[in-house]
């Protein structure tokens, strides 16, 4: 099992990034895919999460109406495209899936390593 998160970089405030998660070694299309993120000293906290049942997506209020995710079953992939960027968004993003929780920090099956995004002032 893996899922790779990429894209992260340094961008500067109102900026935009996509992150992607490519997914392999589990049945992709029958998972639920998360996007968590830690920042500094705090805790992880969910992002955002594509249900693959219909498709349905959920944002945190911090996140909602700037970052939009996907996903692309074909490529076994998730994005998230995130705009309008904060310096309060810096932080390690990690994507997880889980076959019956969408945003459940403690709960996801499998976890890949993270992208660092910084966002500066």
């Known amino acids: 099992v893996q899922l790779q998160a990429s894209g992260g970089g340094l961008v500067q405030s109102g900026g935009s990034l996509r992150l992607s998660c490519a997914a392999s070694?589990?049945?992709?299309?029958?998972?639920?895919i998360a996007w968590f993120r830690q920042a500094p000293g705090k805790e992880r906290e969910g992002v955002s999460c594509?249900?693959?049942?219909?498709?349905?997506?959920y944002y945190a209020d911090s996140v909602k109406g700037r970052f939009a995710i996907s996903r692309d079953n074909a490529k076994n992939t998730v994005y998230l495209q995130m705009s309008s960027l904060k310096p309060e968004d810096t932080a390690v993003y990690y994507c997880?899936?889980?076959?019956?929780?969408?945003?459940?920090?403690?709960?996801?099956?499998?976890w890949g390593k993270g992208t660092l995004v910084t966002v500066s002032s």
């Open positions: 070694g589990f049945p992709f299309e029958y998972y639920k």
């Open positions: 997880a899936a889980d076959p019956l929780y969408c945003m459940a920090p403690n709960g996801m099956d499998h």
């Open positions: 594509m249900d693959n049942s219909d498709g349905s997506a």
